[in-house]
């Protein structure tokens, strides 16, 4: 019995010195971080794609605030799934991180059941921005507000087309909301990218998509394309005159396309507090903010305890926008 004890507490005194050690070893990265090597940031899309602008504005500041060398690395395709299942792998030493999305922080595990990560092997360290999506029509289409669209929709229910950058993917279950909402059906036409379903809407090979101001504000300047209505609380600066879906009848339709940062599971806690708040002092920057909002992202900081819970709502919201739409497990 005593052989046992002894034995037991020589096991705990092994263990409670290897945690020791993992602590002193943790706090030691935080305080050598970021100048021991480069700052990794990982862009799960193509460079010049909304998140990569935002990535690359927050890696400038970063070098000039921190003084810290950041590398930008593009890593597309699959939704995002890339580059997720590639820095969810990566070692948690506070010099790589993910700048997410809903399509590879959330829904790319809640529509493929064959993914090669979760969501539980990231870390939400802040939220930094997000966009406003709207519904638009091609100039070919018999109507231009969304009374007439859910009437054109009731009247030839599956008919009514509307692209997207791939299944289970924001530009893709934003609008099944609004289907939900309105109680229609319509047609889904998903393309191999964001970029090719934009194509395709321009070429008026389907009706609908939803999609950023940004890129929507020039086409309908243009008579390229008519705006239905834009998700969001407000009319936006850019489309004034396209309304909001709660004047439309529709109220909390309310639907954006966010960018946050993540990190591998298990990243020193410290390495994430410090990135939360450089985000914050970069959304906040006088000089930055700006240059952010130019980009037609909005600045909309959510630091590292308050993102965590949010991201719990996230999950749960489209999660059961996932189930309504009964969308099938893709590969």
């Keep these: 019995m005593i052989s046992y004890l002894a034995s037991r507490i020589v096991t705990i005194l092994r263990w409670g010195l290897f945690a020791a050690a993992i602590m002193h070893i943790s706090a030691v990265q935080a305080q050598d971080w970021p100048n021991a090597r480069p700052i990794k940031l990982v862009v799960p899309g193509a460079a010049a794609s909304s998140v990569d602008t935002v990535t690359r504005l927050f890696g400038l500041f970063l070098q000039t605030k921190l003084g810290a060398n950041v590398v930008v690395e593009n890593r597309p395709g699959a939704l995002g799934a890339i580059a997720a299942s590639y820095v969810a792998k990566a070692a948690p030493d506070g010099y790589i991180f993910i700048m997410g999305a809903q399509d590879t922080q959330i829904l790319l595990a809640l529509v493929n059941k064959n993914t090669q990560f979760s ?9 930094i921005s997000e966009a406003s999506l709207l519904i638009a029509a091609t100039p070919k289409i018999p109507f231009d507000n969304v009374k007439d669209m859910i009437t ?3 009247l030839n229910p599956g008919r009514l087309s ?11 279950l934003s609008v099944e909301v609004v289907k ?28 609908l998509i939803s999609a950023s101001p940004t890129f929507l ?12 209505a834009i998700m969001r609380e ?5 489309l004034p005159n396209v309304p909001t879906f709660a004047e439309a ?20 806690v410290e390495i994430v507090a410090k990135m939360s708040d450089s985000v914050m002092e970069f959304v906040n920057s006088p000089e930055m903010r700006p240059r952010l909002e130019a980009t037609g992202q909005e600045p909309a900081a959510i630091p590292y305890i308050e993102f965590n819970k949010y991201m719990a709502a996230e ?3 489209w999660e059961g926008v996932v189930k309504a739409a009964r969308i099938e497990s893709v590969n």
Aim: charged fraction near 20%; hydrophobic fraction near 40%.
């Design 315 to 317: 999950w749960v919201k």
């Design 234 to 238: 407000k009319r936006h600066p850019l």
């Design 180 to 207: 939900n909402r309105a109680n229609i059906d319509m047609l889904h036409v998903p393309y191999k990218s964001a970029t090719d379903a934009a194509n395709g809407f321009m070429a008026s090979d389907v009706d």
């Design 217 to 228: 504000a020039p086409l309908i300047r243009q008579g390229k394309a008519k705006g239905i």
């Design 162 to 172: 509307f692209a997207s950058g791939g299944t289970g993917g924001i530009q893709h």
């Design 152 to 154: 054109h929709a009731k």
């Design 119 to 127: 969501s539980k092997d990231f870390i939400p360290v802040a939220k």
């Design 249 to 268: 009848g529709i109220p909390s339709l309310n639907v954006a396309s966010w960018v946050g940062i993540f990190a591998p599971l298990n990243t020193p």
